[in-house]
């Protein structure tokens, strides 16, 4: 097996966190679980199959497929007895990894991603496959590479958007995440994004919460705290203006959700950061 740890705060700036990638060879019913993630876990299955077992079904997995692994949920997974499979793996979170599985179809009553064309390594098998042979240490790098395989699994997703009722609810949810990455700057309501959607506040709320797993007031939080991390790598910026840029009224009402957040000030954040950099 083969495993690669990286530090997300190298790439926290970009909304998308990448804490570790890699590859095994399984053997005969090697299994995993049950276990609880952080993060979102995508295994890309390279030959041979297996199976995933979440706490409402078992998804049979085999080569040219994926599966998905949310977080906070228990889920186990076992290599098949006859032809264990051989998968390379991803773990990830951010705003830029939630849409784009949202986009590839993968929810948490579906996990599975299904390719239009089953192939060997179809093109986001080789990526994903250039991104694990990557250098830890070479962050921009696997940063664009991984964006560059979540746009593969989005183009060669086997899943339909076209259903009325699903087009529907995506576009709701593409809306509604724009309002937010365009507007996290300044003070506003969720009522407000509702509006903007033309939907009603409750079944937005509904929405992000079968999407993401979380509401749309945790939806900004994260990208704001995303932010206010990557302008305070700045130490010429003080506090004050961070807590500004990123829609707080005050730097005590920053510093207050930001400590609830990471269980550190902003303050303290920057000086372990200053640390990490010696």
């Known amino acids: ?28 019913q090697h299994s995993y679980g049950p276990a609880v993630r952080q993060h979102y876990l995508l295994h890309y299955v390279i030959q041979g199959c297996g199976t995933l077992h979440t706490e409402q079904h078992s998804w049979p997995v085999r080569q040219g497929e994926a599966f998905l692994i949310w977080p906070h949920e228990i889920t186990t997974y076992v290599a098949d007895k006859r032809t264990p499979w051989e998968y390379m793996w991803i773990e990830m979170d951010g705003l830029v990894a939630a849409r784009s599985l949202e986009k590839c179809g ?6 599975l991603y299904r390719p239009k064309d089953p192939d060997s390594l179809a093109g986001e098998g080789r990526l994903l496959q250039a991104l694990i042979a990557e250098d ?26 076209a259903g009325s009722e699903t087009a529907s609810i995506s576009r709701h949810l593409d809306n509604a995440t724009q309002y937010i990455e365009r507007h ?5 309501s969720i009522a407000e994004v509702a509006e903007y959607c033309n939907i009603d506040r409750s079944y937005l709320s509904r929405l992000f919460q079968q999407q993401f797993g979380y509401g749309p007031k945790h939806y900004l939080l994260q990208l704001r705290m995303n932010v206010a991390t990557s302008l305070l790598a700045d130490r010429s910026l003080p506090v004050k203006v961070i ?18 957040y990471f269980h550190c000030s902003p ?3 920057r000086r372990r950061q200053a640390n990490s950099d010696i």
């Open 1 to 28: 097996m083969i495993q690669k740890d990286i530090n997300p705060d190298d790439i926290a700036q970009f909304g998308l966190n990448i804490y570790q990638y890699g590859h095994e060879v399984c053997t005969s």
């Open 106 to 111: 993968l929810r948490r009553d579906m996990p």
């Open 184 to 188: 996290y700057h300044r003070n506003f």
């Open 243 to 260: 807590a500004y840029s990123v829609g707080y009224g005050s730097q005590m009402q920053f510093a207050k959700v930001f400590n609830h």
């Open 267 to 269: 303050s303290e954040w």
């Open 136 to 161: 830890p240490q070479h962050s921009l790098r696997i940063t664009g590479l991984t964006c560059l395989f979540l746009d593969a699994l989005i183009a060669g997703s086997a899943s339909s958007r």
